[in-house]
């Protein structure tokens, strides 16, 4: 069975430009939920989707930030535009039922 | 403000030798306890999870303890190998808003094990 996947695993962009970042969970996996870590610190919840719903995005830093998940399949997290302090690596995590998550690989981002 | 403290940050010991890192935390209101190995260029897997009711956990030559009334948790490395090295972050679960979860992270403790 795949993991978590996420694409790109490296993205290098300018300041002001935009970046999208995709997740693909676990199939089956209704839960789905977006970490980042930047450099030095822990890992933040940004947000939870529950199938196409976004469950809980507390953690959204700024209105810079748009989660979507369409037919509740796969994610995409785009940055628009970005800055310097977005720079860090991105998780996606999914689960079936939000007790265990599934980690991918992450998507390390780094704004120059 | 939920808080989750790991120690050492940073530990080096030789293969075959055992070792144990800490976490506190100030998590509430609980709900459990994750040990996470992180590889590098990888994302975090579980290694062990533990409620509130459970003190102790294993999962092959990694053995978790948790203590709820002082918020303190243990992750103890028996006869630890090359592949150990890794990044182990100690993850506190609260209970959130309705159904909602947030997960609480430690900022990990970065072991490498020498031959």
């Known amino acids: 069975e795949a993991g978590v996947t996420q694409f790109p695993s490296h993205s290098v962009i300018e300041k002001g430009q935009t970046v999208t970042l995709r997740c693909d969970p676990i199939?089956?996996?209704?839960?789905l939920y977006w970490y980042r870590r930047v450099m030095g610190k822990e890992i933040k919840f940004l947000l939870h989707?529950?199938?196409?719903?976004?469950?809980?995005e507390s953690g959204m830093p700024n209105n810079r930030f748009l989660a979507e998940r369409t037919g509740g399949t796969y994610s995409t997290l785009k940055v628009q535009p970005a800055e310097l302090e977005d720079s860090g690596v991105y998780f996606c995590a999914s689960s079936p039922t939000g007790n265990e998550q599934f980690f991918g690989p992450g998507t390390r981002l780094t704004v120059l | 403000k939920n808080q989750v403290e790991q120690s050492p940050q940073s530990l080096i010991i030789l293969e075959g030798k055992n070792c144990t890192l800490q976490?506190?935390?100030?998590?509430?209101?609980?709900?459990?306890l994750r040990w996470y190995k992180q590889d590098t260029g990888r994302g975090p897997v579980s290694l062990t999870i533990?409620?509130?009711?459970?003190n102790t956990k294993s999962n092959g030559r990694y053995t978790a303890t948790l203590d709820a009334d002082t918020k303190q948790s243990s992750l103890h490395i028996t006869a630890s190998q090359l592949s150990d090295s890794a990044s182990y972050i100690c993850?506190?679960?609260?209970?959130?808003?309705?159904?909602?979860?947030?997960?609480?992270f430690g900022s990990g403790t970065q072991l490498t094990v020498l031959p």
């Open positions: 993850v506190v679960s609260a209970l959130g808003a309705g159904s909602a979860r947030q997960l609480t």
């Open positions: 199939s089956g996996h209704d839960n």
């Open positions: 976490c506190n935390y100030t998590v509430s209101p609980f709900s459990n």
């Open positions: 989707f529950v199938k196409e719903s976004k469950q809980d």
């Open positions: 533990m409620t509130f009711s459970e």
